[in-house]
């Protein structure tokens, strides 16, 4: 395991205090911050993935398409 070293700022350290109100260690606070921000990133480019897609006309037409031939196959 690595150690990271960071400044801190006021709103970073008013930050902190909450988040270690609990019990929690600052380094516990500061993982636990990492994996939140990286979750909510993965999940803003799956976000704009799917809107991608959805709003390239080619790939609904091939859903549609799709849709429709699993429709005459009596797939649903």
Do not use: C, F, N, Y
Not at 9 to 33: F, H, K, Q, Y
Not at 55 to 66: I, M, T
Not at 67 to 75: D, L, N, P, V
């Amino acid at each position: 395991m690595s150690t990271v070293t960071i400044r801190t700022d006021p709103d970073v350290e008013r930050a902190l205090r909450s988040l270690t109100a609990d019990g929690r260690s600052r380094s516990e606070a500061a993982r636990a911050a990492i994996l939140a921000a990286e979750r909510q990133q993965r999940r803003a480019r799956l976000r704009a993935e799917a809107e991608a897609l959805r709003d390239d006309p080619e790939d609904v037409a091939a859903a549609k398409e799709l849709a429709s031939e699993m429709e005459r196959h009596g797939a649903w």
